[in-house]
């Protein structure tokens, strides 16, 4: 029995989420399609890809000869248009803001085919708000992949309010062509996987202003005394502070509950450009950071 053919996947935005995202998909025999509007930024995002491969080479989870293939099946695209032509899933992964990411929606659906998928991969922002600007607002869903995005196996996938049952099962079927396992929720703020995960990142920074302990042993405590993978600072480095910040600040505006108040020290960090591991400085110092 043959697997059914894998659909041409746009991905609009080329930074840490867009690049890991084009990187799973073209690993996984789709066709990739990845721009962004900074010419630098998709340079660089292509090279980040061709870099996860030479990793992945390295420590055995890739054949040259599967790199080849997927490579050749990753195009750089010069804009949104090409990029969305023919394709049968379209996911931005811009900056977390919603008037961005309603004028890209609007801008992607006079050129993307009647029935393609439309995704968005916020972590925080509703999905039906986004979808507002379409016509056909029952292809628009979230789907929320995790940092870092080949590691990560969680796909959450964000059910808008108008979303439909195909829209659904197509995004749980791509889901499972990715090896990811999906999650379904329903479009409240911060979904599922940033309502209780900001809690907790939040709460390390707090105790870390307050001196209840080291960035190290906070961390610590959760990965050896709840088998966290990763402590909560170490994490908000790897998502970014500007990242938790932004989600932080929408929870507790939409939410309107003290729990996600941002810290003071949080946005200190962040005004004073220590982002975490994509500027070499957040609560941790980074000395191999892409």
């Known amino acids: ?59 055995g989870k890739c054949t040259p000869e599967t790199r080849a293939a997927s490579l050749a099946r990753l195009t750089a695209a010069p804009g949104v248009a090409a990029a969305v032509e023919g394709a049968g899933i379209v996911i931005e992964a811009v900056p977390e803001r919603l008037d961005l990411k309603r004028r890209l929606f609007a801008a992607i ?30 292809r628009a869903l979230g789907l929320h992949f995790f940092n870092p995005v080949p590691a990560m196996k969680l796909l959450e996938i964000v059910r808008g309010d108008e979303t439909s049952d195909d829209a659904v099962g197509r995004a749980r079927a791509f889901a499972a062509a990715l090896g990811k396992e999906p999650i379904v929720v329903r479009d409240t703020p911060g979904f599922a996987t940033s309502r209780l995960g900001v809690v907790l990142g939040l709460e390390a920074i707090r105790m870390l202003e307050q001196g209840v302990a080291s960035a190290e042993d906070i961390d610590r405590a959760m990965e050896l005394g709840y088998n966290h993978p990763m402590g909560p600072l170490r ?56």
């Open 235 to 290: 994490l908000t480095d790897v998502v970014g502070l500007d990242v938790r910040l932004a989600i932080a600040e929408h929870l507790h505006a939409t939410l309107h509950d003290a729990t996600y108040a941002p810290p003071a020290l949080l946005r200190e960090k962040v005004a004073r450009g220590e982002l975490g591991k994509k500027t070499g400085q957040g609560f941790y110092r980074w000395e191999n950071r892409p």
């Open 1 to 59: 029995m043959t697997s059914p053919p894998r659909p041409t996947v746009a991905v609009i935005g080329a930074g840490t989420m867009g690049h890991g995202i084009a990187y799973v998909a073209a690993l996984a025999g789709c066709a990739v399609r990845l721009t962004d509007a900074d010419p630098a930024q998709l340079e660089r995002g292509m090279a980040l890809v061709e870099r996860a491969f030479a990793t992945a080479i390295e420590r």
């Open 109 to 138: 659906e006079p050129h993307a085919p009647g029935d393609a998928l439309l995704a968005s991969n916020t972590s925080s922002l509703s999905i039906t708000a986004i979808a507002s600007a379409l016509e056909r607002r029952d």
